[in-house]
């Protein structure tokens, strides 16, 4: 935390305070310095000078206002500082005198004394305001004024050493008052009284000024320091720099920590269990490139820390700026992560959070006016988003963003994505700071040129690495200063029997054995198949102890996996539990990798074996990390990805170091020393990526928004992507601007674009067609986005609703035909299944009875159907089944499918079907879908029955919890948003309550971003339109 101390700074109290309007004063010199201060603290660590004011202007003309709220004579203590003054009251004096001798009448009149006294006390008299005559003129003004308020203002707005003076000479002697007051009479017997009174108050005032300055000179001046008034400058200098530092700087402080409030310090503490930061967080925190936002890359290897520097950055960005933010995360299972472990610190600190993954996510946003947002997205998702906050010039809103996972900008599309997404940020956007956090950057210089940003990085760990290679039975410790790169650290003692070893030559259940079941241990295997595998091998020569430890939790845990599957658990996981392992990868459903993670995150089981997505996704450490092989399916395995697995290895807080054991044969040993000697691979463009389609799309995208119309437009804007910064080295044979005219071209061959002559320029410009406005907003994929339109404009010929099956078909995901090969067997027979009205789906899209009839008989086909839409259509009938099932098991097993296989492709629809569904909304021939895949989009989402979905809604609640609470009596969002959590522990058998504290904020925080979202929805309505006709001719007179 951040201590304040400084010094104080304390205004001169003043001697009298004019009621004259705000200025600046005639009588000041032109070159007086100023006179305001204010109480303030300077605080030396935070320099929390946000309510400095800024510097008044003293400088003054004939133009301007002569009233000031400054002393009159500011800092000078004579006269003598401005010689023209008595130059100028001469010169008005004689003027005044010419002028009412020529306008007033002489009259004999007795005289009578006249006095004005110059009294230096606090004035009983009202201030007056200056005449306006006087505020618009200069010191020529006709005699028609009033001087009486000259003299007075005089007499108020002395310097503060004569004011001193003349205070201290008037409570030591009356004497002095009076000699001064009657040296001011002035008897006047030659003119009239009308001229006497007139005249007599003009010389009384010059009179007045010579006596002062006579006064002044024979009084004695009060001595004031010299080195108080160095202080005094230095003090006001300091301040000078302080106030522009705090215009150029975006920091607001509001509290102790980094800025933030000590709540914010309490809530980590509370749900993180973090109370002090570690010195690199401190350091990369207190960053000048931060407190100035500028963009930022930081790097550190795996579980050093770096999210949490990011979340506080974002907390200073929603709460001292008051600015929304964006979060973009790699995978739906992170976001839904992230959302729930924010949640909470929404609800206490009245943000929002919004997730925008799979078919969840509104385009655009809707626009807050009392709270901010931060939204956490997928890859794809952010850039949709931004896509729809540039076109409704609503970009600026945005403060900052986020990347987590900097690296995926080399993994294909999906980077060219992220690239498309960033490189628009820059452009459209000069306020919007960019962070991205990386453990596996190499070409660190290449990503700052990019995204202009700064960079910090650093090799902290919290928990000690030790990374070892096993080849036979011999453990070699990695050490980059040996010879080889290898050092002998121990051979493995470990009996083998000759049918043990022949089941496992690699010695795993050796090396699992040292560490479970008192610590953790990750397997990763090369194939999902190889991790059920390598599981059941395991417990197989595992000793009958480990089946007592922890074994009623291991039983709850069952049970809850048989809740998952409406009484079907899968058969090796029925196996492997009760020995406190189980396996993980993609063919698990949602609710049982949700269950799996967290047996394993509280130690019920010791042992995943997984797939190296699990190293990309929920953090899940180990006391060790051995890897099978070097190799991911058939690919030998990146050096990225290798330190991402190992990276895993030792658990902060519970562990003293960690263990990495790399598992070889002889033949890649040579490999293997590159793998684990090398630095990461650099980050690559890959908006060339599968033929140049990523650059195409970011080109469609540019001319959609309008943020490029010509060629030499859209090539200024390439000029801003990392391709551009690594083009030498991508495309040593094309240009930029070559590549550039030529996706242009391509664009147009497809129909996307179109070109037309500028009438002001003759150049030619490029504008999106309905088909390209609709490709780019629904996010479709250039490689089948004419497919897509053939096949919505084929289905409004002959449209069969009886059941969902053809809209089903329509919005089953292209890239996922590719994994599907039908059984025929099974393929014909859920065709039979089907009502006579849906079988015509099948004939209406191309695949015809005889067709499936011929296939399954094994017999020869005549007219062969095209494969992509027969694979479709088979995938179309699990999506059917599952609509009517409304269960994963039974809709696998009947179709003879992985359930993760199933769960997957019901969770790319629903994605998919959002998609369409706003490319129908940018064309008018498909009005008819848009009602339609709305209904349809919700049903995928959830597949559920209808009284789930709203409990569904919530982050982290899924098919299984959903029911459970159900049937406790938690029936709407507002039940869950006002739940006590020791009743929810109580009443929902296996849930912890910290699990129970994440679902209630997380409803609390949905219910409080539909609330918002009404409430700004009701104001709308209310609000007064500002084209309204009265309201025109208000403003518009001349229009009547």
Request: hydrophobic residues 35%.
């Amino acid at each position: 935390m951040m201590e304040t101390g400084g010094l104080k700074v304390q205004r001169r109290p003043p001697v009298r305070k004019r009621s004259l309007s705000s200025g600046h004063s005639h009588y000041t010199p032109a070159k007086k310095k100023p006179s305001e201060r204010v109480e303030m603290k300077i605080t030396s660590e935070s320099h929390n000078l946000a309510d400095c004011p800024k510097e008044a202007n003293t400088m003054c003309s004939g133009q301007q206002d002569y009233g000031s709220d400054d002393d009159l004579f500011g800092e000078y203590d004579s006269f003598a500082e401005d010689p023209s003054l008595l130059a100028q009251m001469d010169y008005l004096e004689e003027k005044c005198k010419q002028e009412t001798a020529n306008t007033l009448p002489i009259v004999t009149q007795k005289p009578q004394p006249f006095m004005t006294p110059v009294n230096l006390s606090k004035s009983t008299v009202e201030e007056e305001e200056l005449p306006s005559q006087l505020k618009r003129n200069s010191w020529s003004t006709g005699g028609n004024s009033d001087s009486k308020h000259l003299t007075e203002d005089f007499s108020d707005d002395l310097p503060c050493s004569q004011l001193l003076c003349y205070e201290d000479a008037n409570q030591n002697s009356d004497t002095a008052t009076n000699t001064t007051g009657k040296s001011n009479v002035c008897n006047i017997d030659q003119v009239g009284g009308a001229y006497t009174a007139i005249a007599v108050k003009r010389r009384s005032l010059r009179d007045s000024l010579k006596n002062t300055l006579a006064g002044n000179a024979k009084a004695h001046t009060p001595q004031i320091s010299r080195t108080m008034q160095i202080k005094e400058t230095i003090i006001l200098e300091e301040i000078d720099v302080a106030q522009k530092t705090v215009e150029t700087s975006s920091e607001i402080d509001l509290g102790p920590f980094y800025g933030l409030p000590s709540k914010v310090a309490d809530l980590i503490e509370q749900y993180r269990g973090i109370k002090k930061l570690y010195d690199w967080q401190h350091t990369c925190l207190t960053l000048e490139s931060l407190r100035q936002r500028r963009n930022l890359i930081y790097s550190l290897p795996t579980s050093g820390g770096k999210t949490l520097v990011a979340e506080i950055v974002i907390l200073q960005e929603l709460l001292c700026r008051k600015k929304d933010v964006l979060m973009i995360l790699p995978y739906v299972s992170i976001v839904q992560e992230k959302v729930r472990g924010l949640s909470s610190f929404g609800v206490e600190l009245e943000f929002l959070i919004e997730e925008y993954a799979g078919s969840k996510g509104r385009f655009p946003p809707i626009k807050r006016r009392a709270k901010n947002s931060l939204y956490i997205a997928t890859i794809e998702k952010g850039h949709s988003l931004v896509n729809s906050l540039i076109e409704t010039e609503r970009v600026s809103d945005l403060g900052l963003v986020v990347v987590d996972e900097l690296h995926m900008l080399n993994e294909g599309s999906r980077g060219a994505i992220l690239e498309m997404a960033l490189t628009k940020i820059l452009y459209a956007s000069g306020t919007t700071q960019i962070i991205g956090m990386s453990a596996t950057l190499n070409n660190v210089d290449e990503l700052r040129q990019f995204l202009k940003a700064e960079s910090y990085t650093d090799n902290f760990r919290p928990v000690e690495l030790k990374e070892y290679v096993k080849l036979r039975d011999s453990i070699y410790e990695v050490d980059n200063k040996a010879e080889n790169n290898f050092t002998l650290a121990r051979l493995l003692n470990y009996k083998y029997s000759s049918n043990m070893l022949r089941i496992d030559p690699d010695h795993i259940i050796a090396l699992v054995t040292e560490v479970i079941p008192n610590h953790s241990c990750l397997v990763f295997c090369p194939t999902k198949k190889n991790c059920e595998n390598v599981a059941e091998m395991i417990c197989k020569y595992l000793n009958k102890a480990y089946l007592s430890h922890r074994e009623p939790e291991k039983k709850a845990l069952i049970e809850d996996l048989k809740n998952t599957g409406n009484g079907t658990i899968c058969s090796v996981l029925k196996r492997t539990i009760p020995f406190g392992i189980a396996y993980h990868h993609s063919g698990l459903t949602s609710d049982e990798r949700k269950f799996v993670e967290e047996a394993y995150s509280r130690g019920v089981l010791c042992l995943l074996t997984c797939t190296s997505t699990l190293a990309a996704g929920v953090n899940l450490p180990a006391r060790r990390v051995i890897l099978r092989a070097p190799y991911v399916a058939k690919d030998f395995l990146k050096r990225a990805q290798y330190k991402q697995m190992i990276g895993r290895a030792g658990r902060a807080g519970i562990d003293s170091a960690g263990e990495s054991i790399l598992i070889i044969q002889e033949k890649d040993k040579e490999m293997v020393r590159e793998l684990v000697s090398k630095p990461p691979e650099n980050c690559h463009s890959n908006l060339l990526h599968d033929h140049g389609k990523g650059f195409q799309s970011l080109l469609l995208s540019l001319i959609g928004l309008k943020i490029g119309k010509t060629a030499e437009e859209i090539y200024q804007f390439a000029c801003y992507t990392l391709f551009s910064v690594q083009q030498k080295n991508l495309s040593k044979e094309k240009s930029l601007w070559d590549i550039t005219n030529e996706s242009l071209e391509s664009l147009a061959t497809k129909g996307l674009v179109c070109t037309k002559l500028c009438p002001e320029t003759e150049q030619p410009i490029f504008e999106v067609s309905k088909l390209g406005q609709a490709t780019y907003k629904g996010s479709i994929d250039l490689s089948y986005c004419d497919m897509l339109y053939s096949d919505l404009r084929k289905g409004l010929e002959g449209l069969v609703l009886q059941s969902h099956l053809h809209l089903l078909y329509l919005v089953t995901p292209y890239d996922m035909v590719t994994h599907c090969s039908p059984d025929w067997m099974i393929y014909f027979r859920q065709f039979n299944l089907l009502d006579p009205v849906d079988q015509k789906v099948a004939g209406n899209v191309g695949v015809p009875e005889s067709f499936l009839a011929r296939k399954v008989s094994g017999q020869s086909v005549k007219k062969s159907a095209e494969e992509r839409v027969v694979n479709r259509l088979y995938l179309s009938f699990i999506l059917h089944a599952l609509m009517k099932e409304l269960d994963i098991w039974t809709v696998s097993t009947k179709f003879n499918m992985p359930r993760g296989f199933v769960q997957n492709l019901l969770s790319s629809s629903a994605s998919f079907c959002s998609c369409i569904l706003r490319f129908c909304e940018e064309l008018d021939e498909f009005w008819a879908y848009k009602a339609l895949l709305l209904d349809v989009t919700k049903k995928l989402s959830y597949c559920v029955k209808s009284e789930l979905i709203p409990l569904m809604e919530v982050a982290g609640v899924l098919e299984a919890r959903a029911r459970q609470l159900y049937n406790a009596g938690y029936t709407t969002l507002a039940h869950l948003a006002n739940a006590d959590p020791q009743m929810m522990v109580k009443t929902i058998e296996h849930l912890s309550k910290r699990q129970a504290n994440q679902i209630i904020f997380s409803a609390k925080m949905l219910l409080n971003e539909k609330a918002e979202a009404l409430q700004e929805e009701v104001e709308e309505l209310l609000r007064l339109p500002t084209d309204l006709p009265a309201l025109i001719i208000e403003t518009n007179p001349e229009r009547n």
